[in-house]
């Protein structure tokens, strides 16, 4: 079965930088497109960032634009998330999650397996 | 702020019909682009309940149905169980911010 597991998270201090990744399993990696979703305490969905199956092509959602960087090693079957510069409103638990069969637009399909999210504090 | 409009709760007693609303606008449910729904209980991670506007997947009961028009779409739950309460996401792709966007979520409490 598909198996999403993403890395540690913990606390950082704002403005250092932390790389989260995500291992996955039970399916074709270098066919999906892959997401980051995050979710701060008591909050709701927030995008954060996405990949195409291949890494040409990523997207991200305006409050990490600059500063996260999305990447995929599809020979290693991960997925991560460089975080820098971060800010005390990223606290939040962040997702690692798959697009759904046939996306061919990785932002406008569906996702269909999520991990069960890391924890990243911001804080000094 | 998300600009996909939900209601922040809605509820209804073990048996009845509930919807919960998702209003987006011209430059993403208004563009043709797809809504997706997703169920989160409580601690747990989100799980696809409807994607492509009225597709379940497999596993989804036939109790949860997913509709959408022009700059809105719904997702009605009938049959309301106490395993239903947990709170509910739409998405859908926006074209002017070429991003996915979540709405801000509905919570489901059955009474």
């Known amino acids: 079965q598909v198996q999403l597991v993403e890395s540690e998270g913990g606390v950082v201090q704002p403005g250092r930088s932390l790389r989260l990744s995500c291992a996955v399993s039970?399916?074709?990696?270098?066919?999906?497109?892959m997401h980051w979703v995050r979710q701060a305490p008591g909050k709701g969905l927030e995008w954060v960032a996405a990949?195409?199956?291949?890494?040409?092509?990523?997207n991200y959602a305006d409050s990490v634009k600059g500063r996260f960087t999305i990447s995929r090693d599809n020979s290693k079957n991960s997925l991560y998330l460089q975080m820098n510069s971060l800010r005390v409103e990223d606290t939040a638990v962040y997702y690692c999650?798959?697009?759904?069969?046939?996306?061919?637009?990785?932002?406008?399909?569906?996702?269909?397996?999520w991990g069960q999210g890391t924890l990243v504090t911001v804080s000094s | 702020q998300s600009v996909l409009t939900q209601p922040p709760s809605v509820s209804g007693a073990p048996g009845q019909r509930v919807t919960i609303s998702c209003t987006g606008s011209?430059?993403?449910?208004?563009?043709?682009?797809?809504v997706h729904w997703y169920q989160q209980l409580p601690g747990t991670a989100p799980k696809l309940l409807m994607h492509?506007?009225?597709h379940r997947p497999s596993g989804v009961p036939d109790r949860f149905s997913g509709s959408k028009s022009g700059t809105s779409a719904s997702l009605a739950i009938t049959g309301l169980q106490a395993e239903d309460e947990a709170d509910y996401y739409c998405?859908?792709?926006?074209?002017?911010?070429?991003?996915?966007?979540f709405g801000g979520g509905t919570k489901l409490t059955v009474l």
């Open positions: 999650a798959k697009a759904g069969p046939g996306v061919v637009v990785v932002t406008a399909g569906e996702i269909d397996n």
């Open positions: 039970g399916f074709t990696f270098s066919s999906y497109g």
């Open positions: 990949i195409s199956n291949d890494g040409s092509k990523r």
């Open positions: 011209s430059s993403n449910l208004g563009a043709g682009y797809d």
């Open positions: 492509g506007n009225n």
């Open positions: 998405q859908a792709h926006d074209n002017s911010l070429t991003a996915v966007l």
